[in-house]
């Protein structure tokens, strides 16, 4: 499963120092919080593939484990509020700062298509 997005070009955050750094940098970064749910696999992880091959796209890709890697990803969700912890979930930040962000309810029940859409949207507008 975290494979998964590292065999698409995403960089695995293991520890809240390499989240911070990699949050706060400028440019463009998406964030996926990843995880074992049925709309991780179904949803969440496909749309985000299909979403960063377009010709607007962040310019950096890295993922978090919830339930694998803890430490890290309680960092990254510092990073998300005032959003509650959710997974999976997607962020994309801008020069350090939450531009947009998916919680699990605007995942579940969707496609990957509308997922990749979601978020193709927001990198026109901010990438």
């Known amino acids: 499963m975290a ?14 120092d390499q989240v911070d750094k990699a949050l706060t940098q400028p440019g463009t970064v998406l964030c996926v919080v990843n995880s074992v749910c049925g709309c991780a696999a179904g949803a969440a992880r496909p749309g985000v593939k299909k979403s960063v091959h377009g010709a607007k796209r962040p310019a950096k890709l890295v993922t978090v484990f919830a339930g694998v890697d803890g430490d890290a990803t309680n960092q990254a969700r510092k990073h998300f509020l005032p959003y509650p912890p959710s997974s999976p979930s997607i962020a994309l930040f801008k020069d350090g700062k939450l531009v947009h962000f998916l ?3 605007h995942i579940e029940g969707r496609s990957a298509e509308m997922i990749a859409e979601n978020l193709q949207m927001a990198y026109d507008e901010f990438c």
């Open 3 to 16: 494979t998964d997005l590292v065999s698409a070009g995403f960089e695995e955050l293991k520890t809240p």
């Open 103 to 105: 919680e699990r309810h």
